[in-house]
Each structure stands twice: as C-alpha cells, then as structure tokens.
C-alpha cells in the first residue's frame, strides 16, 4: 500500500460548483497533514495546514479523520484559477514530507 | 522578499553524461531539500541538510547522485552518469528550521532534466 494515496483525477468541474478530494494515508503515525497546490510547471505551494478540528480558508475547507486515516480538501464556488493539482502531504513529525501523486482539478468556464 | 534560486531551469543530456544542478535557500533557512519530481507523480525527497549536515539521504540513489552544502548556504546536486529514468524536475526547498515541528516549506522553480 502506498504511503499516500489520492485519486489522480481529472476533476473536471464547472465554475460556481463545489469539488472534494480525498487523500488516504498508510502511517498511523502521522501527525501533521498538509494540501500543497501546484500549477502546471510550476513549484508546489503549501495551500493550507489541516488540523484535527478541521480547518477553513476562505472557499477551500480541509478536514482530518484519524481513525480512518484519510484527509479532505473541499473547495466551495470553484473558480477558473483553482486549477491545478492540489497534492496530499503528510509527515510524522520530524521525518520527511511524504507527497502524494496529486488530483489535476479542472475548472471549466 | 527572494525566493529559492534554482538554475538551471532546464537541461538536456545524453545518458552517461554527467549534469549538475545549483541552488540558493531563501536567507536564513537553515534546512534545505532536494526532491525529484517524475512526470504524473509527487515529489520525493532525496536529500535534507541541516545547516551543511546531511539530515537525510536514504532515498537518494548513491552510486550516481551526490549532493554537497558545504558552507551551509547555496548547495549543489550532481548526477553521474544520467539514466534515462532520471529525467524529471529537481525541486530544491528551504525551510527556516527543522525540528520535531513542522515548518512551511519553500520550493524553487525546479531544474527540468531530460535524459536522452
């Protein structure tokens, strides 16, 4: 099993509507979660922290749930500028970022 | 505020040559990060210093790569000799500290390899 698994996508939405991705992880151990954005030949950029009460940034909430290992990353009103590839990342703590494979999103006008 | 300098931005080589790559952490990030990105994948990490000690080098494939921060600051990773299966961006990232906590990793632009 890999370490971080997500669903490689396309998601290919229409502006206005709402998308969610999924993010599974294999370590129990992990202890800090993570959705980085990265745009088509571009370097990825931490988009937000996810914390275990679940957390919300503006359109985009991320949510943790521990006992079945996977993480969420919904994004409200979807914009033409949300698309990207948004990439699941999780550490234990002092080890090293483990990045998942990335969802290619697709925001349609 | 200058981000991560990355250079170059890409390059070309036939497989058996050899190829370096060249980076600069933001100022006063003490830890940075080499990663591999292979098309249609995450980025895996190779290398991490801390200051100009290796943290972490487990993934990195040591009979052709090497990398060296040797002051501490800018840090240089060499490839010999190239595979074709080492075509892919090489992402270096800085972060300010690394301890038991997390801190926000910054990524350079990437170095694009192509092995031919």
């Known amino acids: 099993r890999k370490e971080v698994e997500q669903d490689p996508g396309p998601f290919n939405v229409p502006e206005g509507a709402t998308v969610a991705f999924n993010c599974t992880y294999s370590?129990?151990?992990?202890?800090?979660f993570f959705w980085y954005r990265q745009d088509c030949r571009k370097e990825p950029k931490l988009l937000m922290s996810v914390y275990s009460s679940g957390n919300e940034d503006g359109r985009f909430t991320a949510q943790l749930n521990r006992a079945s290992q996977y993480i969420s990353l919904l994004i409200r009103d979807s914009k033409l500028s949300d698309s990207a590839t948004y990439l699941c990342?999780?550490?234990?703590?002092?080890?090293?970022?483990?990045f998942g494979k990335g969802t290619r999103l697709s925001v349609i006008a | 505020e200058a981000g991560v300098a990355q250079s170059p931005r890409y390059k070309i080589i036939e497989k058996r040559q050899s190829v370096a790559f060249w980076c600069n952490p933001i100022s006063g990030h003490a830890t940075l990060y080499w990663y591999q990105q292979i098309l249609g994948q995450g980025p895996k990490l190779l290398i991490q210093f801390q200051n100009n000690g290796v943290v972490d080098d487990s993934q990195l494939p040591k009979d052709r790569f090497s990398a060296e921060r040797l002051k501490g600051v800018d840090s240089t990773l060499k490839i010999q000799p190239a595979k074709l299966e080492d075509s892919a961006v090489y992402l270096c990232a800085s972060s300010f500290l690394s301890s038991s906590s997390y801190n926000e990793q910054f990524f350079g632009p990437g170095t694009r390899l192509t092995v031919l």
């Open positions: 370590n129990s151990a992990s202890q800090s």
């Open positions: 990342v999780v550490t234990s703590g002092n080890t090293p970022l483990v």
